[in-house]
């Protein structure tokens, strides 16, 4: 127990020790981990680790290489300097004394494991063998790499350094599987595997070397990783033990990028909220949020995705024009292309209203009709109708100019003296209907009627005839005969259509 590193004390999952071959040994709770091992994690998995009193937690996807220099205190080693074998003090007890020094060697049929105590099996390493022994002469430690340099055996075999590579198929699906080559790697080695997506997430597996040399893992998922470049690590041992590593980087895009639009217009502010989601873009980015009317003007702000990978915004929308508004939402996705999301809404702050002057020409007869709109986009039709008192109309359109104001005349030869009543209606910026009203006075006629009259002297009676000017038919008028003497015959005669 003392020579390992550390001690398994609690484990979940699948934990491996690996040697230096490559082999992987399923650990245990008790299981002690070597120098030179290296402690493998699954992913899902988590061991505790007791470095000789001190607890360690190693989580999922991790690799720790064991070495001696990672227990907690180094072992005491001011006795490796003894000389200890316990038959020694016997023979030298027998060399000074009357014992029988045979008695206290083995015997040659005992063979060349030497004394049961671990003595030695030559009488000729006896010599001296009672002269101190400075502890200090002798340096116990670890070797200098450069204390190998050229040392290597007659008929010893230098094999070449192992290769390793790594392919990586279906990265745009849920499940990849991670394939290679080997050369001087033995058949049957573990490749471990460790794949490592942008915010350091990772999956790790293992696939054996074939006997050709290759080597092919399951299907993986990595549905918990995060679209983007990931690395795959590989890594195993080859002949002489050496370690043997490869690296490879593709982009991960298994999942479809989306932002969603969501707006509430306040026509009191007038504001917009804009809120939604995003799909497989990071936390923390920018997005892009701008705000277009019918009229093209824009305002434009920017969001934060939050970790939940919602957003919301509030833009003040006091310069755009009421009518219908166009939301668009850009952002990068993990892995770098472009994702827009788009909503519509309306905006109603301004009330819309028409004004109606005119100016009555009875020369002509004609009348101008003048006045100004609010929330109408110019460029905009109005309809202008002038209507008399017995209902004949005439109508025309105006046009709004870019200051809202409009002006139009009319013939109005056709319309009876009196009152005129004007009418003028539009649709304003969000398609409702608006209208504006006015009144004025056409006196283009003059006035006149003409009478004649048929006396019947044996009646005696009257008859009084005529024609009227600018009078209604229909009205009455009054008709009054008068004599010499002031008497007076008065009666009522009604306007004919003509």
Request: aromatic share 2%; proline share 5%.
């Amino acid at each position: 127990m003392e020579n390992f590193v550390a001690v398994v004390t609690s484990l979940t999952g699948d934990v491996w020790a690996r040697s230096f071959d490559g082999s992987l040994r399923l650990l245990q709770v008790g299981d002690g981990l070597l120098p030179g091992e290296t402690l493998v994690t699954a992913t899902g998995a988590e061991v505790v680790l007791d470095f000789e009193g001190e607890l360690v937690s190693v989580g999922p996807d991790q690799s720790l290489l064991m070495s001696a220099s990672q227990r907690s205190a180094a072992p005491d080693v001011s006795d490796e300097s003894v000389v200890v074998d316990p038959t020694l003090d016997a023979i030298l007890a027998a060399l000074d004394g009357d014992g029988d020094l045979l008695d206290e060697l083995e015997a040659p049929a005992a063979g060349t494991d030497g004394a049961p105590d671990g003595g030695g099996a030559s009488f000729v390493q006896l010599t001296r063998i009672v002269e101190a022994v400075d502890p200090l002469a002798f340096q116990f430690g670890t070797i200098g790499a450069e204390s190998f340099e050229g040392l290597i055996f007659d008929g010893a075999t230098v094999n070449d350094p192992g290769t390793l590579t790594t392919l990586v198929n279906n990265p745009n699906s849920g499940t990849i599987v991670v394939t290679g080559d080997t050369t001087n790697i033995p058949p049957g080695n573990t490749v471990v595997i460790v794949i490592t997506d942008k915010n350091n997430n990772t999956v790790t597996t293992s696939a054996v070397v074939e006997e050709n040399g290759s080597y092919t893992t399951e299907d993986v998922d990595v549905t918990d990783l995060t679209d983007g470049p990931i690395t795959i690590d590989t890594s195993t041992t080859d002949n002489d033990g050496n370690p043997v590593t490869d690296q490879t980087t593709v982009e991960l895009d298994i999942v479809e990028s989306e932002i969603t639009v969501e707006t509430e217009v306040d026509n009191t502010g007038p504001s917009i909220t804009v809120t939604g989601d995003t799909t497989d873009i990071p936390p923390g980015s920018e997005l892009e949020v701008t705000i277009t009317d019918q009229n093209g003007n824009t305002v434009t702000t920017t969001a934060i995705v939050e970790e939940d990978g919602s957003y919301t915004v509030d833009l003040d929308i006091t310069d755009l024009t009421d009518g219908d508004l166009d939301i668009v939402v850009t952002g990068t996705d993990n892995n770098g292309n472009p994702v827009t999301g788009t909503g519509t809404d309306e905006l109603d702050a301004v009330p819309s209203e028409i004004t109606v002057e005119t100016d009555v020409d009875n020369t002509g007869p004609s009348i101008t009709v003048t006045g100004d709109t609010t929330d109408i986009p110019p460029g905009s039709e109005l309809e202008v109708t002038i209507t008399d008192q017995n209902g004949n109309t005439v109508t025309t359109t105006a046009i709004v100019e870019e200051d809202g104001s409009y002006t139009v005349d009319l013939d109005i030869t056709d319309l009876t003296d009196g009152d005129l009543d004007i009418v003028v209606t539009g649709t304003d910026n969000n398609g409702n209907p608006v209208t504006g009203t006015g009144t004025d006075e056409l006196d283009a006629v003059p006035s006149e009627i003409t009478v004649e009259t048929d006396v019947d002297n044996t009646g005696p009676s009257i008859t009084v005839t005529g024609d009227t000017t600018d009078i209604p038919p229909g009205s009455e008028l009054e008709v009054t005969i008068t004599d010499q003497n002031g008497n007076t015959v008065t009666t009522t005669a009604i306007v004919e259509e003509d």
